[in-house]
């Protein structure tokens, strides 16, 4: 500690200041004194950060949420003015050095024992950060301080408020780093958007550095460049680190930011041994004698001119810069006390008043930083709501193919008439799904909800009104637009809402049945009305679901307009929009125009070259529609690949359920919808009573591997079994297998391929969705061409192509889920973590 000086002031807002305590990028920190006698650290920002806005509002919420933090292992934030002509917070003063002081001139690397207790108490430190709404940023042996019982984490989540001073997440205006060398990690280095796990690797960081005495990466003996090469690049050394740990500390330092280990299972696998002290007796003795001496210290001003300027009021530099008389110090406004606080701190108690915990508002908490389950009850609302949003797009799909015969009939509309209306919705479903995803990081998944489902409830108007076929091709136009807007709103509520593993298996299993069984609804849905009533009843059936949606969305979801750190991808949503489009008009009109036609080969050869070019331009640029490692990370892009393989089998299972129970058993709509919810239910048990509940790491790979091969063999069934072979004996046991298969398989592929285990960034949450959303469609639109390739063939009767088109389509779906399978098995593998480091489902 130093001295104060003449230009520090004597207080600030009620507290009495009686030394420096250091100063560093925010600005100084002193030893203060509360009126009751309690000693404090109180952090002063510098004027130059003071008078910039954008900080002034980030550290005002930075600070809101590091006061619900309350850890035995953390500095409590105890009192703050961010509208001080100088903000400033307050925080428990704790009595000890820091990590770097024990380590680099005390003590020298600490044994075995001594970095386990440290690990594990770090980890419940980060825990319970990370539960507030923060990422800490800068986590480091200087912002770890060491006490007789344990080490405390300090200066956790104001690193980013200093971000606002040129929206960069590595760099201010001064080319100070934000983020220390040798405790920075590599999405940190490379400016990308940062997730809890970020923290985690400056905590392998850490424990390197408190075992060997060494800097991670040599942070001391090259330059900063080289450095932060190493740190993005290269493996780390571990050389020192005792054995039983290494595995915990690779774990940590691993590149991929999903493949490292959570706080809570870092803290699982380094439990400290409680029957010995945490630290040497030597250690321990002399932190006592200092914690002694810091409590008492209280030196006298002294006149010469500090290390670093110190940073005091604008006004009153400027009154003493102009000879001018000093004005007094700003008025104090104490604020509420905290619970239990002792009228210390402030701000409602976690889980009291609108924002506390709410996940849904994400003002304080962004959303890919969900607090702790407890404290967060309208997660579960939020998933009602995606779970009705994706049942009713689904159904809208299911209910289209159910209603076009009668329509047909109806309006005596030829066959070019009803391709068209098919394709319109199928192209601009596929085409705008991505745009969809990146619509919700844009402008909040709550806003496009909003849009979609009014949207959908206008194109239901329109369709169930048609009086010609040029007004039906626009509803279902728009209802494709529709559903690209819900489809990855509603998922990535999923996705963003559920971070803690258990809860996540068991969100995805009940989205994932909806995803599974709205399908089926939608043909008992869409064929009862059509049957009984008429097929514009049928589509004016679908107006209560979205109604219903929409209010569910209005009153429980709620959520900033802009996610921060969104930035709009324009060359990413024009080669993304245009290229799926063109691959979905393409593969729409092979049944049309047949593989040779240019009709075709055009907009496929299209499509290709503007998805290779869309892959290209999200590897480089800050602003991307998808997330970093959405397609870089094995897992998520194998996972991507299943998907695209299980849309093939999806629509030759529905078309051809369909056509055999209707139009062969001669089954009316609504026996024949009926018929197909045995699929439902395997499909919800599978998913919520199976998939929900498997934890190991090796989990995802055999559910998906194992629910593939279960879909395939249901396909297979279908396609072996005679034509007109009965209910019981030939389609139910193949619709149960379908159901289990896809229940097994899609809850892990749409965690994984959403942006498990680390919990999705926000900016990218809506990408990946989006991602999810556009290859189901385009391997629906690969089974639709596969179809129309097979209905082209000759044969003596239309029924007779049918009959052999959909037998092809079930051998194509089902060598689809084995080659599914196959990139399950392959890509799908469980997370690198090392013996001793936990394990991370998903």
Not at 89 to 97: C, E, F, L, R, W
């Amino acid at each position: 500690m130093d001295q104060l000086t003449a230009e520090d002031p004597p207080r600030i807002g009620p507290y009495r200041l009686i030394a420096r305590l250091g100063a560093g990028g925010m600005g100084l920190v002193y030893l203060g004194r509360s009126e009751a006698g309690r000693t404090v650290a109180v952090k002063v920002v510098q004027a130059e950060y003071a008078g910039n806005a954008e900080f002034r509002r980030r550290f005002a919420r930075e600070v809101a949420a590091a006061r619900r933090v309350g850890s035995s292992w953390t500095a409590d934030v105890l009192d703050a003015d961010p509208e001080a002509a100088v903000p400033w917070v307050a925080t428990q003063y704790i009595p000890g050095p820091d990590l770097h002081t024990v380590v680099a001139e005390d003590f020298g690397p600490l044994p075995e024992h001594s970095v386990r207790a440290l690990a594990n108490r770090l980890a419940l430190a980060l825990q319970t950060v990370h539960a507030a709404g923060i990422i800490h940023r800068d986590l480091k042996p200087s912002n770890v301080l060491v006490t007789v019982d344990g080490p405390r984490v300090i200066d956790f989540g104001i690193a980013r408020a200093m971000d606002s001073l040129t929206g960069d997440s590595l760099h201010t205006h001064t080319g100070m780093l934000i983020g220390s060398p040798g405790f920075m990690s590599p999405e940190q280095v490379r400016g990308l958007e940062l997730t809890p796990a970020s923290d985690v690797f400056c905590l392998g960081a850490v424990l390197v550095y408190a075992a060997t005495g060494r800097m991670l990466f040599g942070a001391t003996d090259t330059g900063l460049n080289a450095h932060l090469f190493r740190v993005a690049e290269e493996e780390a050394d571990l050389t020192g680190v005792p054995d039983p740990l290494v595995g915990l500390v690779r774990a940590c330092l691993e590149k991929d930011p999903t493949r490292r280990p959570t706080p809570r299972e870092i803290a699982e696998a380094a439990v400290p041994d409680d029957t010995r002290e945490w630290l040497p007796g030597s250690v321990l003795a002399q932190l006592g004698r200092r914690a002694a001496q810091l409590l008492d210290f209280a030196p006298p001003l002294r006149d010469a001119p500090p290390a670093v300027p110190a940073q005091v009021d604008p006004r009153v530099a400027l009154a003493r810069q102009q000879g001018q008389p000093v004005p007094p110090p700003p008025a104090y406004a104490p604020t509420a006390p905290a619970a239990g606080g002792a009228g210390e701190g402030f701000g409602p108690p976690l889980g009291q008043g609108a924002a506390a915990g709410d996940v849904w508002s994400g003002d304080t908490t962004p959303a890919h930083l969900v607090p702790d389950p407890t404290a967060n009850p309208r997660r579960w609302w939020g998933l009602g709501v995606a779970v009705l949003v994706q049942l009713l797009v689904v159904m809208q799909g299911s209910v289209l193919g159910q209603v076009v015969p009668v329509v047909q009939a109806d309006l005596a509309l030829d066959m070019d008439t009803v391709n068209w209306m098919f394709r319109s919705y199928a192209v601009s479903l596929g085409a705008l799904a991505l745009f969809g995803g990146h619509l919700s990081d844009l402008v909040g998944r709550r806003k496009v909800l909003v849009i979609g489902l009014s949207g959908i409830t206008v194109a239901c108007l329109l369709a169930g009104t048609a009086p010609s076929s040029a007004l039906l091709v626009v509803a279902w136009l728009l209802q494709g637009v529709c559903a690209a807007l819900l489809t990855p709103a509603a998922l990535s509520l999923v996705a963003a809402g559920f971070t803690d593993a258990k809860e996540r298996r068991t969100a995805f299993g009940v989205f994932t049945g909806a995803v599974g069984g709205g399908a089926a609804l939608g043909m008992l849905a869409g064929g009862t009305m059509t049957e009984l009533l008429s097929w514009r009843v049928a589509f004016y059936g679908a107006i209560p679901f979205a109604v219903v949606a929409l209010i569910g969305t209005l009153t429980l979801v709620s959520e900033p307009a802009a996610p921060a750190g969104a930035r709009f991808d324009p060359a990413g949503v024009v080669l993304g929009t245009l290229g799926l489009g063109a691959l979905c008009y393409g593969l729409g009109g092979v049944g049309q125009y047949g593989w040779a036609e240019p009709a075709t080969l055009v907009p496929l050869a299209a499509g290709l070259v503007l998805g290779a070019a869309f892959l290209g331009s999200q590897g480089g640029s800050a602003a991307r529609l998808l997330p970093a490692h959405a397609l870089k990370d094995p897992r998520r892009a194998g996972s991507l690949g299943v998907l695209v393989l299980m849309g093939i089998g999806t629509f030759a299972l529905y078309g051809a359920v369909s056509f055999r129970l209707h139009y062969v058993l001669g089954q009316t709509f609504v026996t024949a919808g009926l018929g197909v919810l045995p699929l439902v239910v395997a499909a919800l048990l599978a998913a919520t009573l199976i998939a929900a509940r498997a934890t190991s790491p090796t989990a995802p790979r055999i559910l998906v591997v194992t629910g593939t091969v279960l879909t395939g063999a249901g396909l297979a069934v279908l396609a072996v079994a005679p034509i007109s072979g009965a209910y019981l004996p030939v389609v139910l046991p193949a619709l149960l297998l379908v159901g289990v298969g896809t229940g097994l398989a899609l809850p892990p592929l749409y965690d994984l391929a959403t942006g498990a285990p680390a919990g999705p960034a926000p900016a990218g949450t809506g990408g990946s969705a989006g991602a999810v959303a556009a290859v189901g469609q385009l391997g629906a639109a690969v089974g639709v061409a596969v179809f129309g390739t097979a209905l082209m063939s000759d044969g003596d009767s239309v029924s007779g192509r049918l009959v052999d088109a959909y037998a092809t389509s079930l051998w194509w779906g089902a060598g689809a889920l084995l080659l599914a399978a196959l990139v399950g098995g392959l890509a799908v593998t469980a997370p690198r973590v090392r013996p001793g480091a936990g394990s991370r489902v998903g």
